[in-house]
């Protein structure tokens, strides 16, 4: 028994430095397609040179590669043998806004956004890191292929940032042209955590994310005679203050919930008392009960401030609630600590650390919850040096986040750290028993 064990951690350690040596040695062409990346990004549902470059290195590597899955994404499937199917994603999608890093490759890329609008583009949220790293884990299991057994399914998904992309390829036969996958697992850069330190969330890992749209409608008229008018602002003021209650008093303390007015547009002159002023909302939750009391609750406090200020029934607000919204992030407990404890074994317990959700949104989420069998994992890896978020955490510095024009992560340890990974992980969910 004592030399069985022996063998099976001497196996592993083999396992564990050929992942090393394998990443470590394709780091220089990693960034290089990195670099390749970030200096040409395309925005959401434009992703065409970027999907086809990362599609040609994809067949090279033995893969069999679908292009156009969605519009612009792609999978790449390699059958080794029998087991279980496990996908890997990456988005591709940049931002409309102008790059302000200084790099060397920064982008000077100028498009044209789906609403008609004219900008620069940047990849603000890591996506070419996302990117980098699934190459890189691509690499390194169709290199040892002797080492796991199943099906690998890797995608590269468009359109993210506006949380459309994984409903388009799932709607475009993700789950049904292809294998269907057990496990789905993903990560993420961080604009918080040291350079090359994995976090894990528990079990909610990103949020609801809804749109609301609160039309108030009042009756306009001059400035000067106020009483002949029903003010649609002092309303919509109202009802700004009262939602603040939806989290403070009407959600348990301990339940993590967002309403942030964004937007109160009303009027046009100093002396005119407009028709209708309007309230443009983020809503954010994490459980789908909580989603829906907020929004309900919206729409509740809208029409009692309405029925308060005397507005009759035909001048009731009105609520859009965006269809499209982006469903919370839930990291499926059994397989979250399979992998966290694999990915501790690998890289040491003080690199990896379990961390709470956060409030921002990730169309990931659809994956699982189009079929609640599909096990599904994102993780964060820092992208900051380390001496950078001490000088934060003393006060000393702020750090660009996420979508800022001055992100730009740490790229070896983040695409090292995350190929690293990915593929560890890999291999533990799909490794010959």
């Not at 970027?50 to 033995?62: D, E, P, S």
């Not at 979250?336 to 040491?348: D, K, Q, S, V």
């Not at 994956?367 to 978020?389: C, L, M, N, Q, Y």
């Not at 992560?409 to 190929?419: C, D, F, L, N, Q």
């Amino acid at each position: 028994m004592a030399a069985s064990g022996a063998g099976s951690a001497q196996a592993a350690e083999q396992v564990r430095q050929s992942v090393d040596a394998r990443i470590d040695a394709a780091l220089p062409d990693l960034l290089a397609v990195y670099r390749d990346l970030h200096a040409n990004p395309e925005l959401s549902f434009q992703e065409v040179q970027t999907a086809a470059k990362l599609a040609a290195r994809a067949r090279k590597l033995g893969f069999t590669v679908t292009e156009k899955v969605g519009q612009t994404g792609v999978v790449a499937v390699l059958k080794n043998g029998p087991g279980p199917t496990l996908m890997i994603r990456a988005d591709m999608d940049a931002l409309p806004l102008a790059e302000k890093t200084g790099l060397p490759y920064a982008s000077k890329v100028v498009a044209t956004t789906r609403d008609g609008i004219e900008s620069p583009v940047m990849h603000a949220c890591g996506h070419d890191t996302h990117m980098s790293a699934w190459l890189g884990t691509a690499q390194a299991l169709a290199g040892m292929k002797d080492a796991w057994s199943g099906t690998l399914v890797m995608i590269l998904q468009p359109a993210e940032e506006i949380g459309l992309g994984a409903k388009a390829m799932i709607a475009d036969g993700l789950y049904t042209r292809f294998p269907k996958p057990d496990y789905v697992i993903a990560f993420h850069d961080s604009a918080e955590l040291p350079a090359g330190t994995i976090g894990i969330p528990a079990d909610w890992a990103l949020a609801n994310v809804d749109s609301v749209d609160l039309t108030v409608r009042g009756v306009g008229g001059h400035g000067a005679y106020p009483h002949l008018t029903k003010d649609p602002i002092v309303l919509a003021s109202r009802i700004v203050t009262s939602l603040q209650t939806l989290v403070s008093r009407e959600r348990d303390p301990k339940e993590a919930a967002v309403v942030t007015v964004g937007s109160f547009i009303a009027g046009a002159k100093h002396n005119v008392i407009p028709d209708e002023a309007k309230l443009l909302i983020t809503v954010r939750s994490y459980s789908d009960e909580t989603r829906a009391a907020l929004l309900a609750g919206i729409e509740r406090i809208a029409r009692g401030e309405a029925i308060a200020a005397g507005l009759p029934e035909d001048r009731m607000p009105i609520m859009t609630v965006e269809a499209n919204y982006t469903p919370s992030t839930f990291n499926t407990p059994v397989v979250t600590g399979r992998l966290r404890a694999t990915l501790a074994g690998h890289f040491g317990a003080e690199r990896v650390k379990t961390v709470p959700p956060v409030m921002a949104g990730e169309d990931f989420s659809q994956f699982h919850r189009t079929d609640k069998a599909v096990e599904s994992v994102i993780f964060w890896v820092g992208g900051v040096d380390p001496a950078k978020v001490e000088r934060a955490r003393k006060g000393e510095i702020s750090l660009p986040g996420l979508h800022s024009p001055l992100w730009a992560p740490e790229p070896e340890a983040v695409i090292g750290t995350a190929s690293k990974a990915l593929t560890v992980a890999a291999l533990d969910l799909l490794g010959k028993k």
